[in-house]
Protein backbone atom coordinates (compact mmCIF):
# COMPACT_ATOMS: atom_id res chain seq x y z
CA UNK A 1 0.00 0.00 0.00
CA UNK A 2 1.86 3.50 -1.19
CA UNK A 3 2.20 5.88 2.22
CA UNK A 4 3.81 8.68 3.12
CA UNK A 5 7.67 8.91 4.03
CA UNK A 6 9.55 11.62 5.89
CA UNK A 7 12.80 11.76 6.99
CA UNK A 8 14.74 11.48 9.82
CA UNK A 9 12.49 10.01 12.03
CA UNK A 10 14.28 12.50 14.82
CA UNK A 11 16.44 15.52 14.60
CA UNK A 12 18.22 17.27 17.69
CA UNK A 13 19.21 20.38 17.12
CA UNK A 14 20.41 23.54 18.54
CA UNK A 15 19.04 26.68 18.72
CA UNK A 16 19.62 28.93 15.79
CA UNK A 17 20.39 25.99 13.51
CA UNK A 18 18.42 25.35 10.37
CA UNK A 19 16.79 22.23 9.82
CA UNK A 20 15.01 20.41 6.53
CA UNK A 21 12.90 17.77 6.79
CA UNK A 22 12.13 15.79 3.86
CA UNK A 23 8.70 13.94 2.63
CA UNK A 24 8.01 11.62 0.09
CA UNK A 25 4.39 12.09 -0.73
CA UNK A 26 2.31 9.65 -2.64
CA UNK A 27 3.28 9.41 -6.00
CA UNK A 28 0.04 10.64 -7.59
CA UNK A 29 -1.02 13.02 -5.17
CA UNK A 30 -1.60 16.04 -6.12
CA UNK A 31 -1.29 18.42 -2.74
CA UNK A 32 0.51 18.30 -0.35
CA UNK A 33 0.62 19.67 3.53
CA UNK A 34 2.64 20.39 6.56
CA UNK A 35 1.58 19.64 9.80
CA UNK A 36 3.02 19.80 13.45
CA UNK A 37 1.80 18.51 16.59
CA UNK A 38 3.72 19.59 19.96
CA UNK A 39 3.76 16.79 22.81
CA UNK A 40 0.28 16.32 24.02
CA UNK A 41 -1.50 18.79 21.82
CA UNK A 42 -3.40 18.66 18.57
CA UNK A 43 -2.65 18.64 14.79
CA UNK A 44 -2.03 22.31 13.82
CA UNK A 45 -1.67 22.92 10.25
CA UNK A 46 1.08 24.80 9.02
CA UNK A 47 1.28 25.00 5.36
CA UNK A 48 -0.48 23.23 1.50
CA UNK A 49 0.62 22.70 -1.60
CA UNK A 50 -0.40 22.77 -4.83
CA UNK A 51 1.17 23.01 -8.62
CA UNK A 52 4.66 23.98 -7.00
CA UNK A 53 3.48 26.64 -4.83
CA UNK A 54 1.80 27.68 -1.42
CA UNK A 55 -2.15 27.74 -1.33
CA UNK A 56 -2.48 28.72 2.24
CA UNK A 57 -0.40 28.89 4.99
CA UNK A 58 -1.46 29.29 9.12
CA UNK A 59 -0.20 31.90 11.19
CA UNK A 60 2.50 29.49 12.58
CA UNK A 61 4.10 29.35 9.24
CA UNK A 62 6.08 32.52 9.39
CA UNK A 63 9.00 33.90 7.72
CA UNK A 64 11.09 31.59 9.38
CA UNK A 65 9.61 28.75 7.89
CA UNK A 66 9.86 27.87 3.92
CA UNK A 67 8.44 24.92 1.78
CA UNK A 68 10.10 23.53 -1.35
CA UNK A 69 9.47 20.56 -3.97
CA UNK A 70 12.79 20.34 -5.26
CA UNK A 71 12.11 16.97 -7.66
CA UNK A 72 8.87 14.99 -8.93
CA UNK A 73 9.44 13.37 -5.55
CA UNK A 74 10.37 15.44 -2.57
CA UNK A 75 8.47 17.90 -0.50
CA UNK A 76 10.90 19.52 1.99
CA UNK A 77 10.10 21.89 5.57
CA UNK A 78 12.87 23.91 5.99
CA UNK A 79 13.34 26.11 9.46
CA UNK A 80 15.90 28.83 8.69
CA UNK A 81 16.86 29.80 12.68
CA UNK A 82 15.26 27.10 15.10
CA UNK A 83 13.60 28.14 18.49
CA UNK A 84 12.92 26.28 21.61
CA UNK A 85 9.34 26.22 20.79
CA UNK A 86 9.97 24.93 16.84
CA UNK A 87 10.35 21.63 18.78
CA UNK A 88 7.26 19.56 17.49
CA UNK A 89 6.40 16.82 15.79
CA UNK A 90 6.26 17.81 12.29
CA UNK A 91 3.95 15.35 9.77
CA UNK A 92 3.79 15.48 6.30
CA UNK A 93 0.57 14.46 4.65
CA UNK A 94 -0.56 14.23 0.87
CA UNK A 95 -4.14 14.00 -0.98
CA UNK A 96 -4.93 13.00 -4.43
CA UNK A 97 -8.07 15.85 -5.20
CA UNK A 98 -8.73 13.86 -8.09
CA UNK A 99 -12.44 13.46 -9.31
CA UNK A 100 -12.67 10.38 -6.59
CA UNK A 101 -11.37 12.73 -3.80
CA UNK A 102 -12.88 11.45 -0.41
CA UNK A 103 -11.37 14.14 1.07
CA UNK A 104 -8.74 12.10 3.00
CA UNK A 105 -5.48 13.05 4.15
CA UNK A 106 -2.72 10.46 4.07
CA UNK A 107 -0.01 11.21 6.91
CA UNK A 108 3.43 10.08 6.96
CA UNK A 109 4.43 8.77 10.69
CA UNK A 110 6.47 12.16 11.57
CA UNK A 111 9.78 13.47 11.90
CA UNK A 112 10.29 14.62 15.55
CA UNK A 113 12.30 17.62 15.85
CA UNK A 114 13.83 18.83 19.45
CA UNK A 115 15.38 21.99 19.70
CA UNK A 116 17.82 22.79 22.37
CA UNK B 1 -14.69 30.52 14.57
CA UNK B 2 -12.17 27.70 12.82
CA UNK B 3 -11.94 25.59 15.83
CA UNK B 4 -13.22 22.25 16.58
CA UNK B 5 -13.83 21.65 20.08
CA UNK B 6 -13.05 18.58 21.56
CA UNK B 7 -14.03 16.54 24.68
CA UNK B 8 -13.24 14.43 26.48
CA UNK B 9 -9.88 15.04 26.30
CA UNK B 10 -9.55 11.12 27.84
CA UNK B 11 -11.53 8.37 28.41
CA UNK B 12 -11.34 4.79 29.92
CA UNK B 13 -13.74 1.91 28.90
CA UNK B 14 -13.91 -1.15 29.68
CA UNK B 15 -13.80 -3.69 27.02
CA UNK B 16 -17.24 -4.79 25.55
CA UNK B 17 -18.45 -0.65 26.46
CA UNK B 18 -19.22 1.81 24.78
CA UNK B 19 -16.65 5.15 23.53
CA UNK B 20 -18.23 7.91 22.98
CA UNK B 21 -16.31 11.54 22.07
CA UNK B 22 -18.11 14.74 21.06
CA UNK B 23 -16.66 17.56 19.26
CA UNK B 24 -18.45 20.88 18.06
CA UNK B 25 -17.43 23.97 15.76
CA UNK B 26 -18.79 26.97 14.83
CA UNK B 27 -17.56 27.19 11.10
CA UNK B 28 -20.74 26.74 8.89
CA UNK B 29 -18.09 26.44 6.29
CA UNK B 30 -17.25 23.02 7.56
CA UNK B 31 -18.15 20.49 5.00
CA UNK B 32 -16.44 17.41 5.95
CA UNK B 33 -16.02 15.89 9.37
CA UNK B 34 -13.23 13.00 9.47
CA UNK B 35 -12.28 11.18 12.45
CA UNK B 36 -8.89 10.32 12.62
CA UNK B 37 -7.10 7.66 14.91
CA UNK B 38 -3.13 8.01 15.98
CA UNK B 39 -1.27 5.36 17.63
CA UNK B 40 1.69 6.25 19.96
CA UNK B 41 4.79 7.15 17.38
CA UNK B 42 2.78 7.38 13.96
CA UNK B 43 0.75 9.41 12.20
CA UNK B 44 -3.19 10.11 12.27
CA UNK B 45 -5.05 7.57 10.07
CA UNK B 46 -8.05 7.95 8.84
CA UNK B 47 -10.87 6.19 10.67
CA UNK B 48 -14.39 7.57 9.32
CA UNK B 49 -15.57 10.44 7.66
CA UNK B 50 -19.07 12.03 7.62
CA UNK B 51 -20.93 15.17 5.25
CA UNK B 52 -23.30 17.06 6.47
CA UNK B 53 -25.97 15.56 4.13
CA UNK B 54 -26.40 12.55 6.39
CA UNK B 55 -26.87 12.83 9.97
CA UNK B 56 -25.33 9.26 11.02
CA UNK B 57 -22.86 6.79 9.16
CA UNK B 58 -21.60 3.66 10.43
CA UNK B 59 -18.19 1.51 9.38
CA UNK B 60 -18.24 -1.69 11.34
CA UNK B 61 -17.90 -0.68 15.19
CA UNK B 62 -17.36 3.03 14.42
CA UNK B 63 -20.70 5.55 13.54
CA UNK B 64 -20.30 8.89 13.46
CA UNK B 65 -23.63 11.13 14.17
CA UNK B 66 -23.99 14.76 13.38
CA UNK B 67 -26.39 17.02 14.22
CA UNK B 68 -26.33 20.15 11.44
CA UNK B 69 -28.86 22.66 13.86
CA UNK B 70 -26.92 22.17 16.98
CA UNK B 71 -23.09 22.19 14.90
CA UNK B 72 -22.07 19.14 16.49
CA UNK B 73 -20.87 15.75 15.91
CA UNK B 74 -19.20 12.78 17.90
CA UNK B 75 -17.73 9.33 17.17
CA UNK B 76 -19.21 5.86 18.95
CA UNK B 77 -17.71 2.85 19.49
CA UNK B 78 -19.04 -0.23 20.29
CA UNK B 79 -17.65 -3.15 21.66
CA UNK B 80 -14.47 -1.59 22.35
CA UNK B 81 -11.31 -3.58 21.90
CA UNK B 82 -8.11 -2.59 23.82
CA UNK B 83 -6.65 -2.58 20.48
CA UNK B 84 -8.85 0.94 19.93
CA UNK B 85 -6.81 2.26 22.80
CA UNK B 86 -5.48 5.25 20.94
CA UNK B 87 -5.68 8.65 20.41
CA UNK B 88 -8.66 10.39 18.45
CA UNK B 89 -9.04 13.40 17.02
CA UNK B 90 -12.42 15.21 15.09
CA UNK B 91 -11.25 17.30 12.60
CA UNK B 92 -13.23 19.59 9.96
CA UNK B 93 -12.71 20.47 6.54
CA UNK B 94 -14.19 24.19 5.30
CA UNK B 95 -15.36 24.34 1.97
CA UNK B 96 -13.58 27.00 -0.33
CA UNK B 97 -10.41 26.90 0.43
CA UNK B 98 -7.43 24.53 0.21
CA UNK B 99 -9.03 22.42 2.40
CA UNK B 100 -6.45 22.19 5.14
CA UNK B 101 -8.03 20.12 8.55
CA UNK B 102 -8.72 21.88 11.48
CA UNK B 103 -8.26 19.28 14.01
CA UNK B 104 -9.61 18.70 17.31
CA UNK B 105 -7.48 18.68 21.02
CA UNK B 106 -7.81 15.39 20.79
CA UNK B 107 -9.10 12.78 22.93
CA UNK B 108 -6.86 9.84 24.93
CA UNK B 109 -8.74 6.51 24.81
CA UNK B 110 -7.65 3.71 26.96
CA UNK B 111 -9.91 0.22 26.91
CA UNK B 112 -9.19 -1.49 29.85
CA UNK B 113 -8.93 -5.53 29.62
Known amino acids: EPEVTQTPSHQVTQMGQEVILRCVPI?????FYWYRQILGQKVEFLVSFYNNEISEKSEIFDDQFSVERPDGSNFTLKIRSTKLEDSAMYFCASNPRTGLDTGELFFGEGSRLTVL | QQQVKQSPQSLIVQKGGISIINCAYENTAFDYFPWYQQFPGKGPALLIAIRPDVSEKKEGRFTISFNKSAKQFSLHIMDSQPGDSATYFCAAYPSGSARQLTFGSGTQLTVLP
Open chain 1, 27 to 31: SNHLY
